[in-house]
Every structure is written in structure tokens, then in C-alpha cells.
């Protein structure tokens, strides 16, 4: 794993940038995993600002809530539309979010599986996390094997994000992920992790154990993991000496 530690969101939302930027310079028909949740907000308003060309790019969105549809002001179809997609120069039929309203979930997780392989599999997954360490929805006690599926969200994360539907009981209990075996097949996986409230989280999964309690922790398992970290999430982690200064003395054929 390299960890990237920045004194502020922003700065480490540019180091994130400059990877996506990079991909999609050198692969104008990349794949990318893309995250929602507040934490990628930053990243997607400076994808918008660098103009990229977006006509051969496939994207996966890791997740959508179950019984939401792709209209409704708190799904994910509606955060990607807003923050990113009608911004950008992204073909439609490229895009591709979990249907929150499929009236068969197996099958649909399936077929999501499927577009995903004919596609050529994921170039790029950038994630957030949760405070619990989930990645996707993937929750806490999730199979590591996990595929694209149906999940129950804790009563956390249903706090957590019970904002976006204003009061905690208008928020679904389901929703469909991509599973964890699902992420691990991206060539490269980006997390993102902003503040405090993520310490805990950013530390189990970087150096705790690999834990179905921490989902993020299979993450040590990928051959390929970078995590962009601002100090107050990083402030958990007993190697950070050590990642500031793999950093800045990198060697010029590794930077970007
Ligand atoms: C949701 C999303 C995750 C995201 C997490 C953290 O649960 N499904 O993909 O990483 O929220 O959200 P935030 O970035 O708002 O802290």
C-alpha cells in the first residue's frame, strides 16, 4: 500500500486528481469504480475543473440504495448526475449505477457482475470509507469473497447518511454493493479518507489485521492500493514518519 499523507483534503483530493488525470491520459477508454459520499465531493469538483476527456470512459458506481429511483433527489444515480456526470463529457450509455428499483436483485447483480467483466474489468476503483471501515456498502462482517449483492446496513451507517433523507426512518435499510472480491479485481484501488471521524477506520485498515470488521482491511491483500489521506485521518496510524517519508523522497520514475 503507499499512503499519502496531506495537510488538507484538498491537497490530498489533488494528489487523487492527478491519478485519475494520469489514467485517463494514458487509457482514454479506462474503467473506473466510483465511490459516492462526501468524501469523493472535492475529487469530482476538480475532475470537473481539469476538462478531461471523458467520451471513451466506462464507469461502475459501487453502490444504490434499494426502492430508489434513479430520480430520486437522495439516490446515488442522482449524486453521480450532479456532482460529476452532467459536467463532464462521459457518454450515457458508459455509465453504470446498481438498480435500486430491479424487481430481481440476483439477477441484476449478475448481469452488473458481467458488464463489468465484458468491459475489461475496473482500471481504477476509487473509494471512500466508512467510519466502521465499510468500503462500498460492504458492512462490517462482510464475506471478503463478497460479489455484487443485496447488503443490510448497520444502524451507524444508516445515521450517517440518514442526512441526505432527512430524518433517520425515511432511510433504506438495503441497498446493492459491489462485493469486496468484486473491488479486489480493480487493477488499482484508490481510498480516500477525510478527517477524525475516519482515524480509526484508516488505521484498521492499513495496519490492523485483515478482518471481516473492517472491510477495508482485505485491501492489504491488492497488489496495487493507494490511500490519500488528510492528517486528521491519518492521525491513528503508528507508521506515518515512515509514509511521509517514502513520499517525499520517492524516486522521479515512480511520481506522477
Ligand atoms: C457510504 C458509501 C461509501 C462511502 C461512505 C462514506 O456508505 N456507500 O461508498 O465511502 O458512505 O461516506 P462519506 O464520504 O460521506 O464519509
Known amino acids: 500500500m503507499e499512503i499519502i499523507i496531506q495537510p488538507t483534503p484538498e491537497a490530498a483530493t489533488d494528489v487523487a486528481a ?18 459516492t459520499g462526501s468524501t469523493p465531493l472535492l475529487l469530482y469538483r476538480e475532475l470537473v475543473r481539469m476538462k478531461l476527456n471523458w467520451r471513451g470512459v466506462t464507469t461502475f458506481n459501487l453502490d444504490e440504495y434499494t426502492g430508489l429511483s434513479p430520480e430520486h433527489p437522495a439516490s446515488y444515480h442522482s449524486f453521480m448526475r450532479e456532482n460529476l456526470f452532467r459536467h463532464i463529457n462521459i457518454v450515457e450509455k458508459n455509465i453504470h449505477i446498481p438498480d435500486g428499483m430491479t424487481g430481481n436483485v440476483p439477477a441484476f447483480c449478475k448481469e452488473y457482475e458481467k458488464q463489468i467483466r465484458r468491459a475489461g474489468g475496473i482500471d481504477l ?57 468484486t473491488i479486489m479485481e480493480a487493477r488499482h484501488c484508490l481510498l480516500l479518507a477525510f478527517g477524525k471521524k475516519k ?15 473492517n472491510p477495508a482491511s482485505a485491501l492489504q491483500l491488492h497488489p496495487k492500493v493507494t490511500v490519500c489521506l488528510d492528517e486528521a485521518a491519518a492521525s491513528a496510524l503508528k507508521m506515518k514518519r515512515y509514509y511521509r517519508w517514502v513520499f517525499d523522497n520517492k524516486p522521479n520514475w515512480q511520481k506522477f
Open 199 to 213: 482515524a480509526r477506520a484508516i488505521a484498521g485498515a492499513v495496519e490492523g489485521p485483515i478482518t471481516a470488521m
Open 18 to 35: 492527478q491519478i485519475v488525470a494520469q489514467l485517463l491520459r494514458q487509457k482514454p477508454r479506462a474503467v473506473l469504480g466510483l465511490p
Open 125 to 181: 476503483q476509487i473509494l471512500g470509507i466508512g467510519a466502521d471501515g465499510h468500503i462500498g456498502f460492504n458492512e462490517p462482517s462482510s464475506s471478503l469473497a463478497s460479489r455484487t449483492r443485496m447488503k443490510t446496513l448497520t444502524v451507524r451507517t444508516r445515521q450517517d447518511n440518514a442526512k441526505a433523507f432527512g430524518k433517520l426512518t425515511q432511510a433504506p435499510h438495503h441497498v446493492i454493493t459491489m462485493g469486496i472480491g
